[in-house]
């Protein structure tokens, strides 16, 4: 098979693609011929030994994939042979093939395109996590948050605009903070009732949120950080939330005064160590959320598209902040 190897920590053009034996097909496994992989900006942190979790070295990056069964290990039920699946995988997902878990496969709809599956993982179950699992909201009842604000960061991006469509399925009224006019309004696209302009400055962030919400915001969603998350802080209402979801524009400075302020509240999301530490309850909350995809409910964009050969760019793309949206790599 062909692979993208990260030999040593480092610069993202010192991915190599290169051929490798196939990985061995072990009890409980299936080999997936890898039709696509979803690219994260986690996996360019990770590529640089930027992130908290160090790999071991050499690895091949890449943690979800969508694949076609193409053998399945002797206790396996062979009847799955040919199916399109997802699988999450860790690592290893930037590569023709793959070998993956029996029991962690995901059937998807055939409404789903393979570019929407393989891109929307980490991003929807981020937000999936946040808004469900640590804010409590309930999504059977979205009606709940009819009079609520959601303001989203980062929102041309794939977490950012993953925030946005859950948000408005769970009933949230979203402002959409992005870099460009074509990220403002993929958001717009995804249901937001406004988009704010985050190259106006951090102040005109936040004050327009104020004024959009009429007086203040319920939640604030920000996968940025650094000041621009500091200052929005300011934007929240009484017992507001600020979900902290990552830190692209480094780590905030958050004042504790501005905090106990009108009881705001502040809730870490870490949704890569719960789904580790609780993998059977992450599979249930991936299928819940593949659900309500094939019902419509959810819509994940489709994704921008590079060759495997091409991987190091993806990752520089993303860096840089030059793509909206998501993006997969397709085997060349």
Not at 107 to 117: D, I, R
Not at 254 to 261: D, H, K, R, T, V
């Amino acid at each position: 098979m062909r692979a993208v190897v990260c030999k040593e920590f480092g610069p993202l053009d010192g991915l190599e693609v290169v051929d490798l034996d196939d990985p061995p097909l072990l009890i409980g496994h299936v080999r997936l011929r890898v039709l696509a992989s979803g690219v994260n900006y986690v996996d360019g942190l990770l590529v640089q030994g930027r992130y908290q979790i160090k790999p071991v070295v050499p690895f091949v990056p890449g943690m979800e994939v969508v694949g076609e069964i193409v053998e399945v290990a002797g206790d396996v039920d062979a009847k799955i042979l040919g199916a399109r699946v997802l699988a999450n995988l860790g690592f290893g997902g930037y590569a023709t093939h793959a070998v993956a878990r029996a029991d962690r496969l995901v059937a998807l709809p055939e409404s789903m395109t393979t570019g929407q599956a393989a891109s929307f993982l980490q991003s929807y179950l981020t937000g999936w996590f946040a808004f469900v699992q640590r804010l409590g909201d309930d999504p059977a009842n979205a009606a709940a948050n009819a009079d609520r604000w959601l303001l989203v960061l980062g929102a041309g991006g794939g977490v950012g605009l993953a925030a946005v469509d859950i948000g408005v399925a769970l009933g949230y009224r979203v402002i959409a903070a992005a870099s460009s006019a074509d990220k403002r309004q993929l958001a717009l696209d995804r249901g937001a009732v406004h988009a704010v302009d985050v190259s106006l400055g951090d102040d005109a962030v936040k004050e327009a949120a104020k004024d959009l919400s009429g007086g203040g915001i319920d939640v604030l969603y920000d996968p940025v950080g650094g000041s621009l998350g500091e200052v929005c802080l300011r934007a929240l209402r009484e017992d507001g939330n600020y979900l902290v979801i990552g830190f692209v524009g480094g780590i905030p400075k958050l004042p504790a005064n501005q905090i106990l302020l009108r009881n705001r509240r502040v809730t870490g999301v870490d949704w890569g160590a719960w789904a580790t530490r609780n993998p059977e309850a992450n599979t249930a909350m991936l299928r819940e959320v593949i659900g309500l995809i094939g019902e419509g409910r959810l819509s994940p964009v489709e994704p921008a598209v590079y060759p495997l050969s091409r991987a190091a760019d993806a990752l520089a793309d993303l860096d840089a902040r030059r793509v909206a949206g998501k993006v997969i790599l397709l085997p060349d």
